[in-house]
């Protein structure tokens, strides 16, 4: 079973809708991450927080705002999303971001569908 | 060119098949290197790193050629189980991971 757990499994939000995503993580990880996958497609890197700090945003648009509250939690908030959206956002943690040798432990996802 | 490509599959072998995926990677800072298994409609899991010396794991095993720069995996007496998705994922010493667009293999009865 994953250590990196993420509320909720499903989310079928409207284009006006705000919601959230959430995840958490107690492996004492200071890397946090979402990535964004679309079918058939391989994971595509969308924010990185380093010791609770966004290190990479890969010119992801605003209408996605992460946020860090601590080292174990990471949040996705949505607002007027697009159809195109729709996808799975997978959270993921690893050590930290500078090592290389980091492995990166995933969340089983949230499936977003937006209407 | 991307970074990371993979054999682009599918791969459609029988149970009890040998079977071996490559990966290239085109940054030579890369320096880490790992397997990911990805069921469908699941999350990317670790199944093995990848070391300079070659790694094995039961069934499966592991290769890394820096001089050529590709990465293998080996997957021998496949079983049903194996069908997944395989992704390949390099890291730099900047901890940035990229990965591949993965091979799909199915094993058949």
């Known amino acids: 079973d994953t250590e990196v757990t993420q509320t909720p499994k499903h989310l079928v939000m409207g284009m006006t809708n705000k919601k959230s995503l959430k995840c958490e993580q107690h492996?004492?990880?200071?890397?946090m991450y979402w990535y964004k996958q679309k079918a058939k497609k391989p994971p595509e890197l969308m924010f990185v927080?380093?010791?609770?700090?966004?290190?990479i945003n890969e010119s992801v648009p605003s209408r996605f705002s992460p946020e860090c509250p601590n080292s174990s939690l990471l949040n996705l908030h949505l607002h007027a999303l697009q159809p195109e959206d729709s996808a799975l956002y997978l959270c993921?943690?690893?050590?930290?971001?500078?090592?290389?040798?980091?492995?990166?432990?995933f969340g089983e996802g949230s499936w977003l569908t937006v209407v | 060119r991307k970074e990371v490509e993979q054999d682009p599959g599918p791969f459609n072998v029988p149970e009890g098949a040998t079977v071996a995926f490559n990966c290239t990677y085109s940054?030579?800072?890369?320096?880490?290197f790992f397997w990911y298994r990805q069921d469908c409609r699941k999350e990317p899991k670790l199944l093995m790193s990848?070391?300079?010396s070659g790694n094995e794991d039961g069934r499966f095993t592991a290769q890394l050629n820096r001089a050529s720069q590709y990465i293998s995996l080996l997957i021998r007496d496949s079983k049903l189980s194996d069908s997944a998705t395989y992704l390949c994922?390099?890291?730099?010493?900047?901890?940035?991971?990229?990965f591949g667009d993965g091979t799909t293999l199915t094993v058949k009865p």
């Open positions: 492996m004492g990880h200071r890397a």
């Open positions: 994922v390099v890291n730099t010493n900047a901890g940035k991971s990229t």
């Open positions: 990848v070391y300079s």
């Open positions: 940054n030579s800072a890369s320096q880490s």
């Open positions: 993921a943690s690893s050590q930290s971001r500078d090592r290389a040798g980091n492995t990166i432990y």
């Open positions: 927080y380093s010791y609770e700090k966004l290190s």
